[in-house]
């Protein structure tokens, strides 16, 4: 069993960066792949980004590369995505979620999910 326990979210104005953290409970967190969902409002929750265990690759969604970061350090248990150039269609409520098995784009592939963070993007 994994839980996983999001941070950093907020209200942030055009063009700014916010940094999300998410924290896994168990000793296994370097052997789940780890990605980042977002769902907005009347929307289905989308694929943001997620890296593997073990080297560290990532995948990324189109709207996001160049703009936003995943990463995680193994010896917190955590796992980060850093956002910049932040825009208002990023708004939206993002997910942390584990994986056993790849660093997939599926929601399906994800066994476990936190409870979310909030992020909106306004001036």
């Known amino acids: 069993q994994v839980q996983l326990v999001e941070s950093g979210g907020g209200l942030v104005q055009p063009g700014g960066s916010l940094r999300l953290s998410c924290v896994a409970s168990g000793r296994t967190f370097s052997r789940y792949a780890m990605g980042w969902f977002r769902q907005a409002p009347e929307k289905e929750r989308e694929f943001v980004a997620a890296?593997?265990?073990?080297?560290?690759?990532?995948n990324y969604v189109d709207s996001v590369k160049g703009r936003f970061t995943i990463s995680r350090d193994n010896a917190k248990n955590t796992v980060y995505l850093q956002m910049n150039s932040l825009k208002p269609e990023d708004t939206a409520v993002y997910y942390c979620a584990a994986s056993s098995g790849g660093y997939y784009a599926t929601r399906t592939s994800y066994q476990y999910w936190g409870q979310g963070t909030q992020v909106t993007v306004s001036s």
């Open positions: 890296v593997s265990w073990g080297v560290g690759f990532t």
